[in-house]
């Protein structure tokens, strides 16, 4: 397994635990590092989603919403959730990563730690914002940035 699929595993864990209580933590990054010894983070990566999907975690949700028909972002489930949230930052935020790569990886983690249907859940609503982005309808917020390994 690649470092960059560990690391959006990694970052799913912590959006996780996150999303699950209600109060901000301080340094939801260091009680995972505590917590999980053997599961450091991986790198500059991982850094960046957990980072990047807080700052940008209105714009990320309202993009979610607006691609998931019939669905509330509180419907769905915590982990559909926060992979959602970490593909579609990828995809608005993440210039260096080709769209079907962050689908791809979203579908693939989303059949391992979600529900039996989360991986087509996943697909349907990354998959429209992917055709809205190529219609132009969406666009990426950042089209520079740092490549990370």
């Known amino acids: 397994m ?3 699929r560990i690391s959006r595993e990694q970052a799913l864990q912590v959006l ?4 699950m209580h209600a ?5 939801p990054v260091g009680l995972f590092c505590s917590s999980f010894a053997q599961d450091r983070p991986t790198g500059a990566f991982f850094y960046r989603i957990v980072e990047g999907v807080q700052a940008h975690q209105e714009v990320i949700d309202s993009t979610i919403e607006r691609f998931s028909s019939h669905w509330k972002l509180s ?8 992979i959602l949230r970490i593909a579609v930052f990828e ?7 080709p ?7 979203a579908i693939d983690v989303g059949k391992r730690f979600g529900t039996e249907e989360s991986g087509a859940f ?8 992917r055709i809205a982005m190529d219609k132009n ?3 990426h917020i950042a089209k520079t940035g740092p490549a990370v390994t």
């Open 2 to 4: 690649g470092t960059r």
């Open 16 to 19: 996780f635990y996150m999303d």
């Open 23 to 27: 109060e901000p933590m301080d340094d």
């Open 75 to 82: 419907r769905m489930s915590c982990v559909d959730r926060n």
């Open 91 to 97: 995809l608005l935020f993440c210039a260096d990563i």
């Open 99 to 105: 769209p079907k790569v962050s689908i791809n990886e």
């Open 122 to 129: 996943i697909n349907g609503i990354l998959d429209s914002i």
């Open 137 to 139: 309808e969406v666009h």
